[in-house]
């Protein structure tokens, strides 16, 4: 069983900048997390990549937020952060964490992140 746990979302002005963590429990440690990434979903819209990070490093990332968003993970700690900076009222939305853990996909309950015109 693995758990997904995010933080880090709020309100904030555009322009402006957040950081978001998930990090990931695993019940049998001797699986370990392939991808891992970030998506959101904004009212009315479907759920859309936003970034995504192999275990070795290998980054991808939405053409809306290249340039803006980082992501980085510690694979010691099943963490992976989403640093979003120059925020637009578009980011707005409901951020999703993913982990793959040999085939299978896990989801986080989503962090809701608002930015102010």
């Known amino acids: 069983q693995v758990q997904l746990l995010e933080s880090g979302g709020g309100l904030v002005q555009a322009g402006g900048s957040l950081r978001l963590s998930c990090a990931a429990s695993i019940s049998r440690s001797i699986f370990s997390i392939n991808a891992m990434g970030w998506y959101r979903q904004a009212p009315g819209k479907q759920r859309e990549l936003v970034a995504r990070i192999t275990r070795g490093g290998d980054t991808n990332y939405a053409d809306s937020v290249k340039g803006r968003f980082t992501i980085s993970r510690d694979n010691a700690k099943n963490t992976v952060l989403l640093q979003m900076n120059s925020l637009k009222p578009e980011d707005t939305a409901v951020y999703y964490c993913?982990?793959?853990?040999?085939?299978?996909?896990?989801w986080g309950q989503g962090t809701q992140v608002t930015v102010s015109s």
């Open positions: 993913n982990a793959v853990v040999v085939v299978t996909l896990y």
